[in-house]
């Protein structure tokens, strides 16, 4: 248990600050930034050559930071350490994929042990069919399994199943909601990213995430939709929650109407509960994605769904020489992966690593939220399982942390209101108190982060919030 006395320092937070009125610091001349640049010079040294080789300067978006990406050396259980030896609690956790934290015991071993044996047989091989018994035994819908590598793989095979099998073209998608880079999920309007056709994007229909009665109106009018998709705890695992009740009235509509309902389980798969969103809430979808969790944090995914739907994967007879549904990848059901996968899934079956994880998030949000009351910081720090996001609040309006959960703040407010700028002195600002969090502000816990981490947690953002008035981002 994490008792009370461990979550909030008792000293008062903003006590020697400057004025809040004070006109924001420009990221060029920030004291945060410079004090995280002179704290990590082998991580900036690493960036300069990185830059001339990478677009930004890193191979995935989510990792740029100003002055300069953190550069991690090891990683153990929660915490990791970077090239300069300083060590951090990570709430990135492999981008949600370790949630039994870094190099768990058990999953070390079953790589080590298949390494030995070989990583790719280019044949089938027992590994994958326990590791799909399992995400069968905890995925209710998983009738059938189909391996991928990625999410965003997932996300595209399960669309072209939903269109063989319906005869329908349309994908309804909710704004917000995170399904991958492929063209198909990578825009929110009709303002499309270089280098999507729009004849492509024309399939896919935007509604405004948790609306239920604009869905209904959008599924009655169109005689064309194959599936909706959606992120069942809301966008980027709860940083967008949905109002009470949307997922019981969407499935009784799909239902209703014959469209399928995919679950993108990516994040939520194995972190929910054991049989992800769908186990905690009671409600089965047509189809589901899973990855990170999936795997232990090796590369891997899967498409879990009923028996019939999935079944355009399958030779029709022994003369067929394509199935309905065409759909290779070299690196499917990997041994090593699968090997990863089976030693994560048992320990999250037999264990209280899920519900110890919860319990490490609530701690975090309750002491976030302590903190800011106590400070007069309008923030809200919110969430549910074993995630926190912050809200900071750029119009300082009255908001709590259950009127976010409630569904009652906009939702372009809460996923990309925090300005660029006040993103990358929180997160270095963070970085300083020995904590790494995402730049979104937030972070996913794992089912070994402990009071000491939610302590150091709790501590660095004390220190931080002085910093951000310091330099007029509180206000």
Aim: a neutral charge; proline letters at 6%; hydrophobic letters at 45%.
């Amino acid at each position: 248990m994490f008792e009370r006395e461990h979550l909030v320092p008792q000293t008062s937070v903003l006590q020697t600050t400057t004025p809040r009125t004070a006109a924001k610091v420009p990221l060029a001349e920030s004291s945060i930034l410079r004090a995280y640049a002179a704290m990590t010079p082998g991580s900036a040294r690493l960036f300069a050559r990185a830059d001339g080789i990478f677009p930004n300067g890193v191979t995935h978006i989510g990792r740029y930071l100003q002055p300069h990406p953190l550069y991690a050396e090891r990683a153990l259980g929660p915490r990791k350490w970077d090239v300069d030896g300083n060590e951090y609690v990570d709430y990135f956790g492999g981008h949600g994929a370790l949630m039994l934290g870094h190099n768990h015991p058990a999953v070390i071993e079953a790589v080590t042990a298949q390494l030995a044996k070989g990583v790719h047989f280019g044949a089938s091989h027992e590994l994958e069919i326990e590791w799909a018994e399992l995400v069968r035994e905890l995925i209710p819908c998983a009738e059938r399994v189909r391996f991928t590598v990625t999410g965003t793989e997932a996300t595209m095979l399960a669309f072209r199943i939903a269109r063989a099998y319906t005869g329908k073209s349309k994908i309804v998608r909710f704004a917000g909601h995170f399904h991958g880079w492929h063209d198909q999920v990578a825009f929110s309007g009709a303002e499309l990213p270089a280098g999507i056709p729009a004849a492509m994007a024309s399939s896919i229909l935007i509604a405004p995430p948790g609306d239920i009665a604009h869905f209904r109106a959008l599924a009655e009018a169109s005689g064309d939709i194959a599936a909706v998709i959606l992120e069942p705890t809301g966008a980027t695992f709860g940083h967008v929650p949905l109002p009470a009740g949307f997922l019981a009235e969407l499935r009784e509509i799909t239902a209703r109407l014959g469209i399928l309902l995919i679950f993108d389980e990516v994040i939520t798969g194995f972190r929910c509960s054991p049989g992800g969103a769908q186990g905690h809430y009671g409600i089965t979808p047509d189809l589901a994605t899973l990855a990170k969790v999936i795997a232990g944090g090796f590369p891997g995914a899967a498409l879990a769904g009923r028996k019939d739907i999935i079944g355009a994967l399958e030779y029709k007879d022994a003369g067929a020489r394509q199935p309905a549904v065409p759909h290779q990848g070299t690196y499917n059901a990997g041994p090593i992966s699968a090997a990863a996968g089976i030693a994560t899934l048992r320990l999250l079956r037999s264990t209280d690593l899920i519900a110890r994880a919860n319990r490490a998030a609530a701690a975090i949000r309750d002491g976030l939220n302590s903190i800011l009351r106590r400070a007069g910081v309008a923030w809200s720090a919110y969430g549910e399982f074993s995630g926190f996001h912050l809200f900071t609040n750029p119009d300082n309006e009255p908001v709590t942390p259950e009127q976010i959960q409630a569904g009652e703040v906009s939702w372009t407010k809460l996923k990309g209101g925090t300005p660029l700028a006040l993103s990358h002195k929180v997160r270095t600002g963070f970085l300083l108190g020995g904590v790494d969090v995402v730049g979104w502000p937030g972070g996913v816990v794992s089912g070994v982060h402990g009071r000491d981490e939610v302590d150091r947690t709790l501590t660095a953002f004390e220190k931080l919030l002085p910093m951000l008035s310091d330099e007029g981002e509180i206000g």
